[in-house]
């Protein structure tokens, strides 16, 4: 039962939510928000903060470059996706579903279709709130006629992403593979919970604890290791995306689209290196 812990308190959780709002008392939402702002600081960036410690794992002594590297990936990335939102916003979006997919994959020892996987799940997130997704997008330099684009195709891109879910559903008990079966659940339930709690749930909860389980057990370290490893860099990302959405949203309104439309720029810009050092961490980890 331990091994399913995780996947059954996070579907649990979203199933509260639900029920929570349902039933009509206010502070549902402040609940769950609070606890994945906890989850974010905890796991959430800590674990893409350790990208210099997987790389000198892989390549031992070449950290001052790999940072400064790493850093002018980050500027160039922005740079490119305020020139070409459209190109950015596709690249960074599937992007994030290969690294999601690999992620839970290799958790569960899945060794095809990772891509499908992370497509599915990020996608099914996203086009059962195109309501809320929208305006975000339109703060990341999306025009109105491509929003008007995506709005003509919700039902259809609601009806794939639930064809997706039924095969990965059926994939899952062939296998007999219970994490990705709860965790095809926790993705059925997010069309009845706003969209930036649902990628929260995903990301804090599954994607995150699935990067924080590979960071401990290919690494060799303690979560509380990880954790002082982290804290550095950490910081340094706290503090860019601070900057970057004083710059480039309106901190005056913290719940803004402008101001969370600024945070997913940012995130996706620095999480882009992240993919790749991810990847090139599990493929040098991994046992042929």
Same mark, same amino acid.
């Given at each position: 039962?331990?091994?399913y812990?995780?996947?059954?308190?996070l579907?649990?959780?979203a199933?509260?939510y639900?029920?929570?709002n349902?039933l009509?008392?206010?502070g549902?939402?402040?609940?769950?928000?609070?606890?994945?702002?906890?989850?974010?600081a905890?796991?959430?960036?800590?674990h893409g903060?350790?990208?210099?410690?997987? #790389?000198e794992?892989?390549?031992?002594?070449?950290?001052?470059?790999?940072?400064v590297?790493?850093?002018?990936c980050?500027?160039?990335?922005?740079?490119?996706?305020?020139?070409f939102?459209h190109?950015g916003?596709?690249?960074?979006?599937?992007?994030?579903? @290969?690294?999601?997919?690999?992620a839970?994959?290799?958790?569960?020892g899945?060794t095809?279709?990772?891509?499908t996987?992370?497509a599915?799940?990020?996608?099914?997130?996203?086009?059962?709130?195109?309501?809320?997704?929208?305006p975000?997008i339109?703060?990341?330099?999306?025009?109105?006629?491509?929003?008007?684009n995506?709005?003509?195709?919700?039902?259809?891109f609601q009806?794939?992403?639930?064809?997706?879910?039924?095969?990965?559903?059926?994939?899952?008990l062939?296998l007999r593979?219970?994490?990705?079966?709860?965790?095809?659940l926790l993705?059925a339930?997010?069309?009845?919970?706003?969209?930036?709690l649902?990628?929260?749930l995903?990301?804090i909860?599954?994607?995150?604890?699935?990067g @924080?389980?590979h960071?401990?057990?290919?690494?060799?370290?303690?979560?509380?290791?990880?954790?002082w490893?982290?804290?550095?860099?950490?910081?340094?990302?706290?503090?860019?995306?601070?900057?970057g959405?004083?710059?480039?949203?309106?901190?005056?309104?913290?719940?803004?689209?402008?101001t969370?439309?600024?945070?997913?720029?940012?995130?996706?810009?620095?999480?882009?290196? #992240?993919?790749?050092?991810?990847?090139?961490?599990?493929?040098a980890?991994?046992?042929?």
């Open positions: 039962m331990n091994a812990l995780r996947p059954v308190v579907l649990l959780t199933v509260l639900i029920c929570w349902a009509g008392p206010a549902a939402d402040e609940a769950l928000g609070g606890l994945l702002v906890l989850g974010l905890a796991i959430g960036i800590p903060a350790l990208d210099v410690w997987t #790389h794992a892989r390549s031992p002594g070449r950290n001052a470059s790999y940072i590297g790493y850093l002018a980050i500027g160039v990335i922005l740079l490119g996706w305020h020139t939102p190109a916003l596709l690249l960074f979006l599937g992007l994030s579903a @290969w690294h999601f997919g690999q839970d994959f290799t958790l569960w899945i095809r279709g990772h891509f996987w992370g599915i799940a990020l996608g099914t997130i996203l086009v059962w709130h195109l309501d809320e997704v929208l975000i339109e703060q990341m330099g999306v025009t109105e006629s491509a929003q008007l995506v709005s003509d195709l919700e039902t259809t009806l794939a992403s639930t064809a997706g879910l039924i095969a990965c559903t059926i994939a899952a062939r593979n219970w994490d990705w079966l709860l965790t095809i993705i339930v997010t069309p009845w919970i706003p969209v930036l649902s990628f929260g995903y990301f909860g599954q994607h995150s604890a699935s @924080w389980h960071l401990q057990t290919r690494l060799g370290w303690s979560s509380k290791a990880l954790w490893k982290a804290a550095p860099f950490t910081l340094g990302a706290v503090v860019l995306m601070g900057v959405i004083v710059g480039l949203g309106r901190p005056e309104m913290f719940f803004s689209n402008a969370y439309g600024a945070f997913f720029m940012l995130l996706g810009s620095i999480s882009i290196p #992240h993919i790749f050092e991810s990847h090139w961490f599990l493929m980890t991994t046992k042929r």
